[in-house]
């Protein structure tokens, strides 16, 4: 099974019924995984700000967990502002970005690959968690971030995966 596959079935596992997101290169595995499986509906947004301040306002209306899918590139620094909102009013979300293909993530370079950059670098401030779990730590890692997004006191978690981790069979 892909990781893709996997991380959508974990969302259905949990009662995890909607998403907000935009999609992008970095995060079509995942994106085509939810949207095969059919159990967490995803909502386009027009923008990656609003993916997250969406599952926000979610969170806040039905009490109920969503997920905001981000891509690479301005795809996760467009989600930053939405995070920040959610840190700073203990409003728990699970950001989940796609992001360059692993073997571009050490590059002592600016950009990764065609947009990518260390978005868990960027995000690190304004979240509960942020973490680049190995494809075998994949479902460990989600549900750590659902426990510690709920946790008192309340906030976003997110959750990096390359492309390749998407890809990779679990």
Known sequence: MLVADRIAEWLHEKGITTAF??????NIALW??????????????????ACVMAAGAYYRISGRISVALVTTGAGSTNAVTGVASA???????????????SKYLDAPTRVLGVQGYNS??????????????WPENIIGQLEHCLEQALKPRQGP??????????????
Do not use: F
Request: aromatic share 4%; net charge positive.
């Open 120 to 133: 868990t670098k960027l995000a690190h401030d304004i979240c509960k968690v942020v973490s680049r779990p």
């Open 157 to 170: 978690c997110w959750l990096d995966v390359p492309k390749d981790y998407q890809n990779a069979t679990v």
């Open 21 to 26: 997101g935009i999609i992008g290169a970095g």
């Open 32 to 49: 085509n995984a939810i949207a095969r499986l059919q159990k967490t509906r995803i909502i386009s947004c027009h923008h990656e700000q």
């Open 87 to 101: 840190w700073m009013d203990s409003v728990p979300v699970l950001i989940l970005s796609g992001n360059e293909a």
